[in-house]
Nanobody, 124 residues
Framework: QVQLVESGGGLAQAGGSLRLSCAAS????????MGWFRQAPGKERDFVAA????????YYADSVKGRFTISRDNAKNTVYLQMNSLKPEDTAVYYC?????????????????WGQGTQVTVSS
């Protein structure tokens, strides 16, 4: 099993930036692909970005493409989400997720492990 803890959320103005981190612990000796999802009040938890075990492949939701960047540091067991040009519609709780194996997935149901989430609020 792996445990995930997100950090870095907070309040930002529109056009600003935030960087989220997700630290993994536990069975980090296994291969995991990692993803970020977000859930706004009253809405479904949606895919944001995903990254392969090596970091060589990344995928993004159309709504964040060109503004957000996912990366990982395997030596630190940490995944990052750099969020630039933030918009009020980016306001949500952001969740880190892990999926055993090497195949990157964009569906929520494909991920086995989840963090508790970190709130991101973007003011206009």
């Amino acid at each position: 099993q792996v445990q995930l803890v997100e950090s870095g959320g907070g309040l930002a103005q529109a056009g600003g930036s935030l960087r989220l981190s997700c630290a993994a612990s536990g069975r980090t000796d296994r291969s995991y692909t990692m993803g970020w999802f977000r859930q706004a009040p009253g809405k479904e938890r949606d895919f944001v970005a995903a990254i392969s075990r090596s970091g060589g492949s990344t995928y993004y939701a159309d709504s964040v493409k060109g503004r957000f960047t996912i990366s990982r540091d395997n030596a630190k067991n940490t995944v990052y989400l750099q969020m630039n040009s933030l918009k009020p519609e980016d306001t949500a709780v952001y969740y880190c997720a892990a999926r055993p194996g090497t195949v990157v997935a964009v569906k929520r149901a494909s991920y086995d492990y989840w963090g508790q989430g970190t709130q991101v609020t973007v003011s206009s």
